[in-house]
């Protein structure tokens, strides 16, 4: 099946910093999802993004699918940023989670 | 407009007990998911539906059984707890294939 590696793993961040996550996939997806988990547990979707670029708000994502990665962009960070950020590819229906980038933003 | 509900939000099993874990759904999807994530892991996938009355396996499917009777409904069985089932259970689901997938809140269920 693919493997998804996500770096880094760990990023520690003050407040108004900006920050690039990175996800790689070992196999070509036709779905890439980033996904934010904060730290009361809850999932929410950030963007669908399996090609090109999008961007809401302070975050942003690009997707190279020729290369097979994808970059997730926070600008001006905030305290409620934190927790594990989690890319997911695969085709169709199916996703393969990576390991996931814990972000912690001091104030 | 509840999105993606789950029942219970934790459970406590002894070992060799069996439960039942709810996901209801009201946006009409037709993707149905069952994952779990373990400490310092990302989510792996245990079951998925494309539409009432189907299930198919996932990555990790040993030990549980689901079913998909009502299409708003998608319930995740385990027949006989074990330790190693020990975990978070997040339900998801997309209006079809390929889509965004909205999860719901999780259930932490405990095996002694």
């Known amino acids: 099946g693919i493997q998804v590696e996500q770096s880094p793993p760990d990023l520690i961040l003050q407040e108004g910093a900006n920050s690039t996550l990175r996800c790689n996939f070992s196999d070509s997806v036709n779905n890439l999802q980033w996904f934010h988990q904060n730290p009361w547990g809850q999932l929410i979707n950030l963007f669908y993004i399996p090609s090109g670029t999008k961007q809401n708000g302070r975050l942003s994502a690009t997707t190279v699918a020729t290369e097979r990665y994808s970059l997730l962009y926070i600008s001006s960070s905030q305290t409620t940023d934190s927790g594990v950020y989690f890319c997911?590819?695969?085709?169709?229906?199916?996703?393969?989670f990576g390991q996931g980038t814990i972000l912690t933003v001091h104030p | 407009n509840a999105g993606v509900t789950q029942t219970p939000k934790f459970r406590v099993l002894k070992t060799g007990q069996s439960m039942t874990l709810l996901c209801a759904q009201d946006?009409?999807?037709?993707?149905m998911y069952w994952y779990r994530q373990d400490p310092g892991m990302g989510l792996r996938l245990i079951h998925y539906?494309?539409?009432?009355?189907?299930?198919a396996k996932g990555e990790v499917p040993d030990g549980y059984n689901v079913s998909r009777l009502k299409k708003q409904n998608f319930l995740l069985g385990l027949e006989s707890a074990a330790p190693s089932q020990t975990s978070v259970y997040f339900c998801a689901s997309t209006l079809r294939g390929g889509e965004t997938q909205y999860f719901g809140p999780g259930t932490r269920l405990l095996v002694l």
């Open positions: 539906s494309v539409g009432e009355g189907t299930t």
């Open positions: 997911a590819g695969g085709s169709y229906g199916k996703l393969t």
């Open positions: 946006m009409n999807h037709e993707y």
